[in-house]
């Protein structure tokens, strides 16, 4: 199924809500915070190798609101509160991740998304304060890349000023995510509370304005980086490959929400999916590759170290997620 302008203007529209859910912090994100911090340390980096290419996976904070009804469209939140207790979540509280991710290739440094940027909440926002962690100056980033133009991905592109966060690099952007929220009647038919999504999305990719590349399925971000039409969640969203040598991984960007939901029930629609049905069929596309191939994977939304294996398990998929220990 294709959804049509308005309906997916419907669905984009809970995206927005969703960035107004309350915030807190849970025992088990305490007890990682305690662990992480001991030596004084913080536990928002992970390194790792590609080949010849580094990964630099960066935790930007954790959103924690209670479970709504609704949250997954096609499946009673009795399914889904017993899918997190299964995770040893609690079935109560819905919990979503956030991890950007540096690649150093050579001597080029890219970021691939940026996180919920300045003012985005007590526990939001942390990618700046892990690049510092990680040694990495900002003016040091050569490209940003962007999945998709949801604010989550697409905040920190600038300071609490307006101005670029990241001064000298290049942005390139799908093809796809600026004929939508770029474009004027998109904007002028959008529901009152979408509006703001558009706005951000002139503001924070504006400001690179003399400086911005757009990409589509196929085409080369960087070197060593390939983008991957994973559309549905928004109509241009992409995952991208990295490859150097003969090893590889999949970045999935929002191909799933939280693994414990969508990798386990790759059927399930997100409400933060634009258009549910197609977002479904490119996740179980994109999982299947994952699993047949071996192939390492980073998810925005997996918890940290958001890196690990697919594995298939009956109708639906599991994630191996990556041994963390800290690396500073």
Same mark, same amino acid.
């Not at 809970?14 to 992480?36: C, F, I, K, Q, Y």
């Not at 594995?311 to 963390?324: E, I, M, R, T």
């Given at each position: 199924?294709?959804?049509?302008?308005?309906? /997916?203007?419907?669905?984009?529209?809970?995206?927005?809500?969703?960035?107004?859910? *309350?915030?807190?912090?849970?025992?088990?994100?305490?007890?990682?915070?305690?662990?992480?911090? =001991?030596?004084?340390?913080?536990?928002?980096?992970?390194?790792?190798?590609?080949?010849?290419?580094?990964?630099?996976?960066?935790?930007?904070?954790?959103?924690?609101?209670?479970? &709504?009804?609704?949250?997954?469209?096609? =499946?009673? /939140?009795?399914?889904?509160?017993?899918?997190?207790?299964?995770?040893?979540?609690?079935?109560?509280? +819905?919990?979503?991740?956030?991890?950007?991710?540096?690649?150093?290739?050579?001597?080029?440094?890219?970021?691939?998304?940026?996180?919920?940027? *300045?003012?985005?909440?007590?526990?939001?926002?942390?990618?700046? !304060?892990?690049?510092? =962690?990680?040694?990495?100056?900002?003016?040091?980033?050569? @490209?940003?890349?962007?999945?998709?133009? %949801?604010?989550? %991905?697409?905040?920190?592109?600038?300071?609490?000023?307006?101005?670029?966060?990241?001064?000298?690099?290049?942005?390139?952007?799908?093809?796809?995510?600026?004929?939508?929220?770029?474009?004027?009647?998109?904007? !002028?038919?959008? &529901?009152?509370?979408?509006?703001? !999504?558009?706005?951000?999305?002139? @503001?924070?990719?504006?400001?690179?304005?003399?400086?911005?590349?757009?990409?589509?399925?196929?085409?080369?971000?960087?070197?060593?980086?390939?983008?991957?039409?994973?559309?549905? %969640?928004?109509?241009?969203?992409?995952?991208?490959? /990295?490859? !150097?040598?003969?090893?590889? +991984?999949?970045?999935?960007?929002?191909?799933?929400?939280?693994?414990?939901?969508?990798?386990?029930? *790759?059927?399930?629609?997100?409400?933060?999916?634009?258009?549910?049905?197609?977002?479904?069929?490119?996740?179980?596309?994109?999982?299947?590759?994952?699993?047949?191939?071996?192939?390492?994977?980073?998810?925005?939304?997996?918890?940290? *170290?958001?890196?690990?294996?697919?594995?298939?398990?009956?109708?639906?998929?599991?994630? =191996?997620?990556?041994?963390?220990?800290?690396?500073?």
């Amino acid at each position: 199924m294709t959804m049509n302008r308005r309906e /997916i203007m419907s669905a984009a529209a809970l995206t927005v809500a969703a960035s107004s859910l *309350p915030l807190g912090l849970s025992m088990g994100e305490a007890r990682a915070d305690n662990h992480a911090m =001991a030596g004084g340390k913080p536990a928002g980096v992970f390194k790792y190798q590609i080949g010849d290419i580094e990964c630099i996976a960066l935790n930007d904070g954790v959103a924690n609101f209670p479970l &709504p009804d609704g949250f997954v469209k096609n =499946a009673p /939140i009795e399914d889904v509160q017993a899918a997190l207790a299964r995770a040893l979540m609690d079935p109560a509280t +819905m919990s979503i991740p956030f991890t950007a991710m540096v690649v150093k290739a050579g001597d080029k440094t890219t970021l691939i998304d940026t996180g919920n940027g *300045p003012g985005a909440g007590e526990t939001r926002g942390k990618l700046f !304060s892990n690049l510092e =962690a990680a040694g990495i100056d900002p003016a040091s980033i050569d @490209t940003v890349v962007i999945s998709h133009f %949801h604010g989550d %991905h697409i905040g920190g592109l600038i300071d609490d000023m307006n101005a670029k966060a990241f001064p000298n690099a290049e942005l390139v952007i799908p093809e796809g995510e600026a004929a939508f929220w770029l474009d004027d009647g998109n904007m !002028s038919s959008a &529901p009152e509370g979408m509006k703001p !999504s558009f706005e951000k999305a002139r @503001t924070n990719i504006g400001a690179y304005k003399d400086a911005t590349r757009q990409i589509n399925d196929g085409d080369e971000a960087v070197p060593g980086i390939t983008a991957v039409g994973a559309f549905g %969640h928004t109509p241009g969203h992409l995952a991208f490959r /990295i490859a !150097s040598g003969d090893k590889q +991984m999949l970045v999935l960007s929002d191909t799933t929400n939280h693994p414990a939901l969508f990798v386990r029930h *790759p059927d399930w629609h997100v409400r933060f999916d634009m258009d549910p049905d197609k977002a479904a069929e490119t996740r179980k596309r994109m999982l299947d590759m994952a699993a047949e191939d071996d192939m390492l994977v980073a998810g925005y939304h997996f918890p940290f *170290p958001a890196t690990g294996h697919i594995v298939k398990d009956g109708d639906g998929y599991q994630l =191996a997620l990556a041994a963390w220990q800290p690396q500073l």
